[in-house]
């Protein structure tokens, strides 16, 4: 299910798996979550013990977007699971878990776009760099993501605790976001504020991408690889952005193949909430030289540990 779309109106039928099939989704979906959740710990890890990396903006950032991604699939698998065993969740831990989840998915894109800005700034302002993009300055542009977020969420928080009864709140439902902020003028402001974080973000996005384009000349090593940088951002919140269009894409397919509804929403989730997560391993701790020698030494520490006391021992 998605973190931050409904999927079908309350008037259509609630259809449940077999058991087998409901297995095999969960199976699949835990697996993947816990492998690219144990990567991306694993970046965090290697950030937090080395300072070469968490005293620049750029790491600061790109950790930022890592554990975005840690807390929306630690969230998605929560709720999928549940929606599984129990089906229903209570109204007030339901809300919990989508306000985690919206604000981790409306904080990629945004982090994406300032991700972007600094590989502009260290292309096209190297001499100014360091002045412009501060450790302190990293951390209140994090703090300003975060505030961004919470603008297309927390007006639904306090809509619904003035608006519905103490009674809803001690009800159980099926753990969507318009099943918990139903009334219809939020799903109105959602659809304007996403509206808004599309055009900014892919605006800065174009912008930075044409300025490095044009400002370095093409033979640059670094100017080449901050171009792919930004092309790979652009992928990434390609994969971010179909949560926006996840009722359309449903409904779509469900015209097309209306005996389906449970495997397209499967796959459809699987691909807009899974995938991006992904993409994030890719760009810096394959791509990055030193971020990939640490990152090696503590994915595969217990196998590198193993031999080297083995070879010990024989000699």
């Excluded at 007030?92 to 409306?106: A, F, K, N, Q, R």
């Excluded at 300025?211 to 994969?239: C, E, G, P, W």
Aim: some cysteine.
């Amino acid at each position: 299910m998605s973190l931050s779309n409904t999927n079908y109106n309350f008037t259509t039928p609630v259809y449940r798996d077999t058991v087998e099939t409901a297995i095999f989704k969960n199976v699949i979906t835990v697996v993947l979550c816990i492998s690219i959740s144990y990567v991306n710990s694993t970046l965090v890890h290697t950030f937090t013990k080395h300072q070469v990396f968490n005293t620049n903006p750029r790491y600061i950032l790109y950790i930022h977007l890592v554990i975005n991604d840690i807390l929306l699939l630690i969230m998605f698998t929560l709720i999928q699971l549940i929606s599984y065993i129990v089906f229903t969740l209570n109204v007030s831990l339901c809300m919990v878990l989508l306000i985690i989840g919206i604000l981790s998915t409306l904080n990629n894109p945004l982090t994406l776009a300032a991700m972007a800005v600094e590989c502009f700034i260290a292309i096209c302002f190297p001499l100014r760099h360091t002045q412009i993009c501060t450790v302190k300055k990293t951390y209140v542009m994090i703090g300003l993501i975060w505030a961004l977020s919470a603008l297309s969420i927390i007006p639904d928080v306090f809509v619904t605790l003035a608006t519905e009864s103490i009674e809803f709140f001690h009800s159980t439902v099926l753990c969507l976001r318009e099943n918990v902020f139903k009334k219809p003028y939020l799903t109105e402001k959602r659809n304007v504020l996403n509206a808004v974080f599309i055009v900014i973000v892919w605006f800065t996005l174009f912008y930075t991408y044409f300025r490095i384009l044009f400002t370095a000349k093409a033979a640059a090593a670094d100017a080449k690889k901050a171009r792919n940088t930004v092309l790979l951002h652009s992928f990434q919140l390609m994969l971010c952005m179909l949560n926006y269009v996840y009722n359309v894409t449903i409904e779509g397919l469900t015209y097309f193949f209306p005996k389906d509804i449970l495997a397209i929403r499967f796959a459809v989730t699987l691909i807009i909430s899974v995938l991006p997560r992904l993409i994030s391993p890719l760009i810096y701790g394959v791509r990055d030289k030193t971020f990939r020698m640490y990152l090696v030494r503590y994915l595969f520490c217990s196998s590198v540990k193993t031999n080297f006391h083995k070879r010990k021992g024989k000699s």
